[in-house]
């Protein structure tokens, strides 16, 4: 059973492009969940996406957008890049239909380095 | 809103006994995770505990929660070299669980041989 996939796994962009990032959730789980981990800190939550729908959104600007698809695998998408969205881009999977079990597994990041 | 807080560092030799702390100030009803994240990795689930529980025990690990001080802390015993990472505390509402987590700034374990 493949766990949450993430891809790519490391990417480059530059200053004023837009990049997107793609999240395949644990199998059975329906719901994903982005985070931002910069250099040296914990994660940041950004938004989570549940039935095709954003559920919950951190402090993060509209610059930051996602999607989920009906096979639940989600993207991220930042546009007008800035030297500070340079980070690890984490996606995590769980349940949110019927009973919860508190299980949140995470993917092993994409890496974005801007320049 | 929701601060998590650990410190950030502890050494320990091999075979000993680790004790990473945190501290949190959701007052509802929560889940409370603990995470390890090895160099350039994702993150690994170690364990996790509903507010309403004392102790969680997991092979080597021990989850001790004192919810009167809002309290968690993460036992390692018999530390082995593989445990050097950096360890993450997380919290999210029972209300909303599986949403928002809120993760502390992460404790850099270095285990010495």
């Known amino acids: 059973d493949a766990g949450v996939t993430q891809s790519p796994t490391h990417l480059i962009k530059t200053r004023g492009q837009q990049v997107t990032l793609r999240c395949s959730p644990k199998?059975?789980?329906?719901?994903v969940s982005w985070y931002q981990q910069a250099l040296g800190q914990g994660p940041q939550f950004i938004f989570q996406?549940?039935?095709?729908?954003?559920?919950q959104r951190g402090n993060f600007p509209d610059r930051f957008s996602g999607h989920q698809f009906p096979n639940y695998s989600s993207e991220l998408n930042v546009n007008a890049l800035l030297l500070g969205d340079s980070a690890l881009y984490l996606c995590?999977?769980?349940?949110?239909?019927?009973?919860?079990?508190?299980?949140?597994?995470f993917g092993e990041g994409s890496r974005l380095t801007v320049l | 809103g929701e601060d998590v807080e650990q410190s950030l560092f502890l050494s320990v030799r091999e075979g000993d006994s680790s004790v990473i702390n945190c501290t949190y100030t959701d007052s509802s009803s929560t889940y409370l995770y603990w995470y390890k994240q090895e160099p350039g990795a994702g993150l690994q689930l170690l364990t996790y505990i509903f507010s309403n529980m004392d102790m969680k025990q997991d092979q080597r690990l021990t989850v001790l929660l004192n919810k009167k001080d809002k309290h968690l802390s993460l036992r390692i015993a018999d530390t082995q070299t593989g445990d050097s990472a950096i360890y993450f505390c997380?919290?999210?509402?029972?209300?909303?669980?599986?949403?928002?987590?809120?993760f502390g700034g992460g404790t850099r374990v270095l285990v010495k041989p």
């Open positions: 199998s059975g789980h329906d719901t």
């Open positions: 996406y549940y039935e095709e729908e954003e559920r």
């Open positions: 997380a919290e999210t509402p029972i209300k909303a669980a599986g949403n928002k987590l809120t």
């Open positions: 995590a999977s769980g349940f949110n239909r019927g009973v919860n079990t508190g299980e949140l597994f």
